[in-house]
């Protein structure tokens, strides 16, 4: 895209309606609502490639974050290498996050700072709590190890810039979240040492984190599989479904480099979708339930999420410089559609919230959340806590689609105001 043409886009953004803004402050909410880690060790393997093995790492509860350095790196020069966060636990049990935080698509997206541009490790909430929580945390004594993300791009990314952004440096920005999330796999796997084979193995990431999870969970499952091997499994995507303006998905992962990157090196026809210019979220995602079909595929997300429909009009506006903003009961329409899409499977259910809340499994709506609300209280319902505890699926263990509201099994005759129904198509039980 030409400068002209970017700053014709920028200067429309800037002008646009109050309500376009508010999306856009939405997110810049949401990225500068992490909690900083309160307590955590920082290990280099930059300066010695030997260190920051896993078994001499604080198991008290303290995190510890790992630079691994390499080809690894955040979009700005200046803004701190990339990290990874590691509690140890179990040997036998691993919880692989994608940490969410945005993203930059494009030179109006990144100047209007919708991604995280640092790499800051998470406190002791949800899925992380070690000692305090405000429930019984189905992972806490598994070790955990998160993907931090600073790169922009849905840890997909390889590709540098031809614009510079915020970079103090003045250096072209740089999107390398492939090589962020193949140096963590990296790391995991010369941890044979510690590792046994795996009796529970989950994978989970939140926003921009589901989108990389989705992704990634084929090839990390392969990866790890191979190495490590493991009893049971489950992928985890949190608050992103993927409902994207018309037209611009294909070339959004185009331009981030993802065709040549290592979440593909296990599927072929993944590589030939993208180098064609078509690939999708949705063909990625319907690849790994497919070729993993022992593997749940449980996907938790709000009717109405705030972000998700923020981040659509965020797009249509840089992409397409398009005015529409998708109101909630269109985005909910379209999420059933996505999630019908992936019903052919047997592998696959969903998890839908009454509510507009973004993300649930790294923040204390963990605890809370029923199909009624972000923060329960519903009677006769699932809990996301109790629904969540059942995976990894054990011998004799179910898990079934859980929404609330009238069912309905035709979209076509969906009620005319509001999401208070349930796509009936969607409802499925996996048992083992």
Same mark, same amino acid.
């Given at each position: 895209?030409?400068?002209?043409?970017?700053?014709?886009?920028?200067?429309?953004?800037?002008?646009?309606?109050s309500a376009?803004?508010?999306h856009?402050?939405?997110?810049?909410?949401?990225i500068?609502?992490?909690?900083q880690?309160s307590?955590?060790?920082?290990?280099?393997?930059?300066s010695d490639a030997?260190?920051?093995a896993?078994?001499?790492?604080?198991?008290?509860?303290?995190?510890?974050?790992?630079?691994?350095?390499?080809?690894?790196?955040?979009?700005?020069?200046?803004?701190?290498?990339?990290?990874?966060?590691?509690?140890?636990?179990?040997?036998d049990?691993?919880l692989?996050?994608?940490?969410?935080?945005?993203a930059?698509?494009?030179?109006?997206?990144?100047?209007?700072?919708?991604?995280?541009?640092?790499?800051?490790?998470d406190?002791?909430?949800?899925?992380?709590?070690r000692?305090?929580?405000?429930?019984?945390?189905?992972?806490?004594?598994?070790?955990?190890?998160?993907?931090?993300?600073?790169?922009?791009d849905?840890?997909i990314?390889?590709?540098?810039?031809?614009?510079?952004?915020?970079?103090?440096?003045g250096?072209?920005?740089?999107?390398?979240?492939?090589?962020?999330?193949?140096?963590?796999? $990296?790391?995991?796997?010369?941890?044979?040492?510690?590792?046994?084979?795996?009796?529970?193995?989950?994978?989970?990431?939140?926003?921009?984190?589901?989108?990389?999870v989705?992704?990634?969970?084929h090839?990390?499952?392969?990866?790890?599989g191979?190495?490590?091997?493991f009893?049971?499994?489950a992928?985890?995507?949190?608050?992103?479904?993927?409902?994207?303006?018309?037209d611009?998905?294909?070339q959004?992962?185009?331009?981030?480099?993802?065709?040549?990157?290592?979440?593909?090196?296990?599927?072929p026809?993944?590589? $030939?979708?993208?180098?064609?210019g078509?690939?999708?979220?949705?063909?990625m995602?319907?690849?790994?339930?497919?070729?993993?079909?022992?593997?749940?595929?449980?996907?938790?997300?709000?009717?109405?999420d705030?972000?998700?429909?923020?981040?659509?009009?965020?797009?249509?506006?840089?992409?397409?410089?398009?005015?529409?903003?998708?109101?909630?009961?269109?985005?909910?329409?379209?999420?059933?559609?996505?999630f019908?899409?992936?019903?052919?499977?047997?592998?696959v259910?969903?998890?839908?919230?009454?509510?507009?809340?973004h993300?649930?499994?790294?923040?204390?709506?963990?605890?809370?959340?029923?199909?009624?609300?972000s923060?329960?209280?519903?009677?006769?319902?699932?809990?996301?806590?109790?629904?969540?505890?059942?995976?990894?699926?054990?011998?004799?263990?179910?898990?079934?689609?859980?929404?609330?509201?009238?069912?309905?099994?035709?979209? $076509?005759?969906?009620?005319?105001?509001g999401?208070?129904?349930?796509?009936?198509?969607?409802?499925?039980?996996?048992?083992?």
């Amino acid at each position: 895209m030409k400068v002209s043409t970017v700053s014709i886009i920028f200067a429309s953004l800037l002008a646009c309606s109050s309500a376009k803004r508010d999306h856009f402050d939405t997110i810049r909410e949401v990225i500068g609502q992490r909690e900083q880690v309160s307590k955590s060790i920082e290990c280099d393997m930059e300066s010695d490639a030997d260190s920051c093995a896993i078994s001499d790492m604080d198991t008290s509860g303290t995190s510890t974050l790992v630079n691994p350095g390499g080809e690894t790196r955040c979009i700005y020069s200046n803004t701190g290498p990339f990290k990874f966060q590691v509690w140890p636990g179990a040997s036998d049990k691993l919880l692989f996050y994608f940490q969410g935080g945005g993203a930059c698509w494009d030179k109006p997206s990144t100047e209007l700072g919708l991604c995280s541009t640092s790499a800051s490790g998470d406190s002791n909430v949800g899925v992380f709590c070690r000692d305090g929580c405000s429930g019984e945390n189905p992972f806490i004594d598994y070790t955990i190890v998160q993907v931090l993300y600073c790169s922009g791009d849905a840890h997909i990314g390889q590709v540098v810039r031809d614009y510079s952004a915020h970079d103090k440096n003045g250096e072209n920005v740089s999107q390398q979240g492939a090589a962020n999330v193949q140096a963590t796999l $990296d790391w995991v796997k010369a941890q044979d040492s510690y590792f046994t084979k795996f009796e529970s193995l989950v994978l989970m990431g939140c926003s921009a984190g589901s989108l990389g999870v989705q992704a990634w969970a084929h090839e990390v499952l392969q990866q790890l599989g191979d190495k490590y091997g493991f009893e049971d499994a489950a992928v985890v995507p949190d608050s992103y479904s993927g409902v994207f303006p018309p037209d611009s998905q294909s070339q959004t992962i185009i331009d981030f480099g993802a065709c040549d990157v290592s979440a593909l090196d296990s599927a072929p026809e993944l590589r $030939d979708s993208c180098k064609s210019g078509t690939i999708t979220l949705q063909e990625m995602t319907s690849y790994a339930a497919e070729n993993n079909e022992d593997v749940p595929f449980a996907f938790l997300n709000s009717k109405e999420d705030e972000v998700q429909i923020a981040y659509y009009t965020a797009i249509a506006a840089t992409i397409k410089n398009d005015t529409d903003v998708i109101e909630p009961k269109e985005y909910y329409k379209q999420v059933n559609e996505i999630f019908e899409g992936y019903s052919k499977y047997d592998n696959v259910v969903e998890f839908l919230i009454s509510a507009d809340q973004h993300c649930y499994t790294n923040n204390n709506h963990f605890w809370k959340a029923d199909t009624t609300s972000s923060n329960g209280g519903g009677n006769d319902v699932t809990t996301m806590l109790d629904w969540l505890t059942a995976l990894p699926l054990k011998e004799g263990g179910e898990i079934s689609t859980e929404c609330y509201g009238k069912e309905i099994d035709d979209l $076509d005759n969906r009620p005319t105001f509001g999401t208070g129904y349930c796509d009936s198509n969607l409802f499925n039980t996996i048992s083992k």
